[in-house]
């Protein structure tokens, strides 16, 4: 029997393609919103767009997925996302750009749902946890591979350079997608008055709700963290602190996963996350000012912010026993975590621009508290 890894590797680099849709964007924050000259809370949404999208129909893109087929939407959602990619390396007016970044999201959407779909279809039990392991890295990889490759990028050929790289990624993924990816299931109808049913049920239900909630929560976090923090490094030091800290992304997402899987409990895992990124947090509140301290400060917060993923998504099967019930919760995640996405970064690019260092300190500390709450509370209230 062939070995299923090409087709996760394959499937996994797929997530990676649809995280570089903020990467991209992100790592090239100063100089986008240089060129447009756009303020603080205007350039936050060239980021955020693309979770728009997500937003609204987040919680249906499952079933979306299972009408059509993993395979099929894989396909097309990366084609549709190459041509975008390459409409914005023209760098449009800022209208323009900011509809190509919406209408990116819908792509993004169906990427991130179809690609763990397929991944699923293409995995063992001996090989599953792992994979799925590997998949919740795909956006600090994003981040690593985006910040390792867009400054060079941008000095040799200009601004619009990650975008046209990144549409010859796309391209190059969808025909992968194409050649390799596993066969559709069967797949399934769906009806518009199911899907709002379906939206009332998972969050009046706190076993479905509770995991996606803290999603929220870390999603909110990291990308404006992401983003905005070497903001408070030395200039000649913010592009090695972005590499830097997408680069402990993934390895304490890694090292969260195999916590939990030799039997952590991810409550504990969850809320010990949480209030260890709070406390990293008032370190680098600290360390603005002293050049030499911003660097590991900033990484040892990325490290425990990082660990919420791999201590969120087992939440789920510990809440949930019952397939139907955990994708629910898995379609409510993905919803939130774009509400993350769009909506929370400009709120903290607003905060930092306002309140200075402390302005990014305040909505971590708010997010941090909501979410180790959330997670005590479930905790008490199923007796876990």
């Known amino acids: 029997m062939p070995s299923p890894w090409p087709k996760i590797f394959l499937l996994y680099a797929c997530g990676v ?24 809370a205007l350039a936050g949404w060239f980021v955020s767009a693309v979770g728009l999208v997500g937003v609204v129909f987040g919680a249906t893109a499952g079933l979306v997925v299972a009408r059509l087929g993993s395979r099929r939407t894989l396909i097309g959602a990366l084609t549709a996302a190459a041509s975008i990619a390459f409409a914005e390396g023209f760098l449009p007016p800022i209208p323009a750009f900011l509809a190509l970044r919406g209408i990116e999201g819908a792509a993004h959407l169906a990427i991130v749902v179809a690609a763990p779909t397929a991944l699923l279809a293409a995995t063992t039990p001996e090989n599953r946890g792992v994979a799925l392991g590997l998949w919740g890295t795909f956006m600090s990889v994003a981040f690593l591979v985006g910040g390792s490759a867009a400054p060079a990028l941008v000095a040799h050929f200009g601004l619009a350079a990650p975008f046209f790289a990144h549409a010859g990624l796309l391209v190059a993924l969808a025909l992968g997608a194409y050649l390799a990816a596993p066969a559709d299931a069967p797949r399934m109808q769906t009806q518009l008055r199911g899907v709002l049913a379906q939206h009332i049920e998972v969050y009046a239900n706190a076993r479905t709700a509770t995991p996606a909630l803290c999603f929220l929560c870390y999603t909110g976090m990291y990308l404006a963290v992401q983003t905005l923090t070497p903001e408070l490094a030395p200039p000649g030091e913010r592009a090695a602190l972005i590499v830097g800290m997408a680069f402990v992304s993934v390895v304490a997402s890694l090292v969260a996963g195999t916590f939990a899987q030799r039997g952590f409990s991810p409550f504990t895992l969850t809320i010990g996350a949480f209030v260890a990124t709070l406390a990293a947090s008032l370190v680098v509140e600290a360390a603005v000012g002293h050049d030499a301290a911003i660097g590991p400060a900033a990484l040892a917060r990325m490290a425990f912010l990082s660990f919420l993923p791999g201590a969120i998504l087992p939440l789920i099967p510990k809440l949930n026993a019952h397939a139907p019930e955990q994708a629910r919760a898995f ?43 959330l997670t005590a509370r479930a905790a008490r209230r199923f007796a876990i």
């Open 17 to 40: 393609g649809a995280g570089l849709q903020f990467a991209k964007a992100s790592v090239v924050f100063d100089a986008l919103a240089e060129h447009y000259a756009a303020g603080p």
């Open 331 to 373: 379609g409510a995640l993905a919803q939130t975590g774009n509400i993350g996405s769009a909506l929370v970064p400009p709120l903290f690019a607003t905060s930092a621009a306002a309140l200075g260092p402390v302005g990014l300190l305040l909505p971590v500390a708010v997010l941090c508290v909501a979410g180790a709450w």
